[in-house]
């Protein structure tokens, strides 16, 4: 039947694809029925009665009232079925209305009424508004269906959908009407059913037979739609399944793409490096190549474009598969303890994996004997000897550190060369070759100096000094790329005060758009992104646009530091002190020790003062190598566009390389491009990624016990010493962010790309991170109490938010939000 134009048509007439006719619901459910479900009878009122919200026209009451005529009229079911309802990715669970046990013309009539005009309610709006999906693009349809009178009836989620187990399903039951367990108003009957059985007794108002249909009809459900599903059910007075709803369950993360054999445990990784978002698919496939690159530089083959090299793929981000590692007797034992790096939960979290006998200890090595003695043999010599050298001479050994770092850019330097795609895409793939990864190579051994230094010394002081009190001693820090970059950008906007209208009153990507087009008096900033434009947020993403491409981050910053009216507020004087304070440190803990101890604690906190600024120095190098492979693969892009064969040439991101080579073959990958960019922009979104991740799906961290915390405070890492006081400033993203001084930022991650902000905050909250990463190292040189690790702090805490940050005992305490206001006042904070 061609329903295209009708207004109401029965379930049982609707077509494949009809979703804009007849909403998600109603798409779905007649889909339910072309297999051979067991659904209720019923009719569906389409997106085609287009009439105005508050009305039912004459017509479309008489078409309404003929199909519940056919129905046999009593009691039905009145339900919504947005256009953008039960989607993959948005199931909009509750945020329309839904009558039941409607019963009579006039009541059916003012239902269909009032499910329609639910559209414009205000959790519907706020809901879409949170989805990036914009009302106008929605329109509802209604569904109406016999009532089914249940003896009793719930929800059915194919995979556990607290957990993410895949292999558990689990159930939801009440005796009588349903709707209580899907609006949560009274407590029903909770069942986990692991590979088909019930974990414990059946019991409550379902059998075990009953939970056996249950667990038939999700199988089926899932593999027919071929993701997990939520099902809704009842079953009536004569024991009959009765399905009533089948979507995609939205809130699950997705397992990593490729597992290996058997159950695998991943480490989700890419945090460390400030990456929450998503990685693009080029991004991933750059990641992988940079992998296998080095290792061919330390000897050991690896294939660029086909070894994942333990680098897994789960919702664009990266983990490393690190089974064998927990599997292994010998390190299985030290792994919690070296995970509390990667924050109290992980750690929490890897412990109940050890307990999961799947996981349990097996005779072995977690590598090859052959591959550890070649890469030792490569670079144990270089590495020895250039510790030691970095402790006797650490001038010389940060020359030597800086100079193998402009050896890589100039290097990755990008001839003005024509070239197919192909050629290009070779060109990009050399960018990431060894020689670049073995000038890095070179730049490590003054770090590991550095941090032997800080350790043997915090021995030395051990009972006369606190870690935090050995931490402070490397605030402030020289040789710091990134903080170098940070104070650079800021005597740039010193110097740019005649423009200060201009650059504080004027929109960041209005600057930026403007700069673009050589529009702007100069200020210096052609200068500051020839050394640092190949930087920006998320920058271990080759298809990440940097500064240069876009200085809008940069502009904001810019107007961030001309806001600091208080001389002693000023981002080098703040420095300055915090290099002060930091030697004053020093001096202080080594008169506390014992002669002996003192003098040589005392040489090697300065040891590692004077080389511990190098950390940042080898990511700052290799991004150069990124810059390089980012402007092949855009060339590369280009020349796809010319030949008709990609839409724009950064398009070409969203593709891997091994399949951007088959476009330049001449694959027309379009559709897969606009498929990839669509699920990158939904993950955009996503607000919450685990630590660990089980190949089946499992969250760890669902399963492990929250860690207590005294009473009005959120508990997070200890990440820089300090204590601040002040006004919250949540930014999800630093492009055209705003930061009034002494504010305390509250993001999801950061890494050098944010790190321009630091200059004016008064402290330092995320949801992520680590306290060896990017940026909490910076926040401890800035002399800035910073707390990581503290989940959902964007969500918790709100802008302009008075809160307390507690940098040593990693916790933050707000003040209700009610004492909230939107401007900032200066921070009361001191350092210890």
């Not at 590692?325 to 919690?336: C, D, E, G, H, Q």
């Not at 440190?585 to 590692?608: F, H, N, Q, Y």
Request: glycine letters at 10%; a neutral charge; aromatic letters at 4%.
């Amino acid at each position: 039947m061609d329903a295209s134009a009708a207004v109401v048509v029965e379930l049982t007439d609707v077509d494949p694809g009809s979703d804009a006719l007849v909403g998600g619901k109603a798409a779905a459910l007649a889909a339910l029925i072309r297999a051979g479900e067991r659904v209720p009878a019923g009719f569906c009122v389409t997106t085609a009665a287009d009439v105005p919200a508050g009305s039912v026209p004459d017509d479309l009451r008489r078409e309404i009232l003929l199909a519940y005529a056919r129905l046999g009229r009593g009691p039905v079911a009145v339900r919504s079925s947005a256009t953008a309802e039960d989607l993959a990715h948005a199931s909009f669970a509750g945020q329309h209305e839904t009558f039941l046990n409607v019963d009579g013309d006039e009541a059916l009539i003012d239902a269909v009424r009032r499910c329609r005009d639910s559209l414009g309610n205000d959790r519907a709006v706020s809901y879409r508004a949170a989805h990036d999906i914009a009302g106008d693009t929605v329109r509802m349809a209604v569904v109406v269906q016999r009532m089914v009178d249940p003896s009793a009836a719930g929800v059915l989620f194919t995979a556990n959908p607290i957990t993410g187990t895949r292999t558990e399903m689990v159930v939801d039951a009440v005796a009588g009407l349903g709707d209580v367990v899907v609006d949560g108003s009274a407590a029903a009957d909770h069942y986990v059913l692991d590979g088909g059985r019930p974990l414990g007794d059946a019991g409550g108002c379902l059998n075990t037979v009953q939970l056996a249909q249950l667990r038939e009809a999700g199988e089926r459900l899932q593999q027919r739609a071929g993701a997990p599903q939520d099902v809704e059910w009842a079953f009536d007075r004569a024991g009959t399944l009765w399905l009533l709803q089948s979507r995609a369950i939205t809130t699950l993360f997705p397992p990593p793409q490729s597992p290996g054999p058997g159950p695998r445990v991943y480490l989700e990784v890419g945090h460390m490096q400030g990456m929450l978002r998503p990685f693009t698919p080029m991004g991933m496939s750059a990641m992988r190549v940079a992998m296998a690159q080095w290792l061919r530089s330390v000897g050991v083959a690896s294939d660029p474009l086909g070894d994942r090299n333990g680098i897994a793929d789960a919702a664009g981000r990266m983990f490393l598969d690190i089974t064998p590692f927990v599997r292994n007797r010998m390190y299985r034992a030290k792994l919690p303890s070296a995970m509390t790096v990667y924050g109290p939960r992980v750690a929490e979290a890897l412990q109940r994996v050890l307990e999961d006998p799947r996981f349990a200890a097996v005779p072995g090595l977690p590598f090859r004997v052959r591959t550890v003695l070649t890469v030792a043999a490569r670079l144990a010599p270089g590495l020895v000897a250039g510790l030691l050298g970095a402790l006797v001479a650490p001038a010389a050994a940060r020359r030597r550190a800086f100079r193998a770092a402009a050896g890589i850019r100039r290097r990755s330097r990008v001839p003005e060369t024509t070239g197919s795609a192909a050629d290009h895409l070779r060109r990009a793939v050399e960018a990431q070759g060894p020689a670049a990864l073995g000038s890095m190579t070179a730049m490590l051994p003054p770090l590991y100096a550095s941090m032997i230094a800080k350790a043997v010394a915090a021995g030395l002081l051990a009972g006369v000094a606190t870690a935090s009190e050995v931490d402070e001693t490397l605030r402030g820090m020289p040789y710091n790329i990134t903080t170098g970059m940070d104070l650079d950008l800021w005597r740039l906007a010193a110097a740019a005060g005649r423009h200060r209208e201009l650059l504080l009153h004027t929109p960041p990507a209005e600057l930026a758009a403007r700069y673009r087009a050589g529009e702007l008096p100069e200020i210096g900033l052609t200068g500051f992104l020839r050394r640092y434009g190949h930087r920006g947020a998320a920058e271990i993403d080759v298809g990440v646009a940097r500064w240069v491409e876009d200085p809008a981050p940069v502009f904001a910053a810019i107007a961030g530091y001309l806001r600091v009216t208080d001389p002693e507020q000023a981002a080098d004087r703040r420095f300055a002190r915090a290099a002060g304070e930091a030697t004053a440190k020093i001096d202080e803990l080594v008169a506390r020790a014992r002669p002996v101890r003192a003098r040589l604690a005392g040489v090697l906190l300065r040891r590692s003062r004077a080389l511990a600024g190098l950390r940042e120095l080898p990511k700052f190098a290799w991004l150069h190598a990124f810059a390089a492979m980012r402007a092949h693969l855009l060339a590369a892009g280009a020349d796809l566009r010319s030949r008709g064969l990609l839409e724009r040439a950064g398009d070409i991101m969203f593709l891997d390389l091994r399949e951007a080579f088959e476009a330049a073959g001449g694959a027309d990958l379009r559709e897969r491009v606009a498929d990839r960019r669509a699920e990158y922009e939904r993950e955009l979104g996503r607000h919450s990624v685990p630590g660990l991740l089980l190949s089946d799906g499992t969250v760890p961290e669902a399963l492990a016990p929250r860690t207590p915390a005294p009473d009005g405070t959120l508990a997070g890492m200890a990440a820089a010493p300090g204590r601040v006081t002040g006004r919250a400033r949540v930014i999800l993203d630093p492009a055209g962010a705003r930061m009034e001084p002494g504010e305390i930022l509250v993001a999801p991650t950061t890494d050098p790309g944010w790190t321009p902000l630091f200059m004016t905050a008064g402290g330092l909250v995320t949801e992520t991170g680590s306290p060896m990463a990017h940026g909490p190292t910076v926040a401890r040189e800035y002399g800035i109490p910073a707390v990581i690790c503290l989940r959902d702090a964007t969500q918790l805490i709100t802008t302009g938010q008075l809160i307390t940050v507690d940098g040593a005992a990693g916790t933050v305490t707000p003040e209700p939000v009610t004492e909230a206001r939107p401007d900032a006042a200066p921070p009361h904070a001191h350092a210890g």
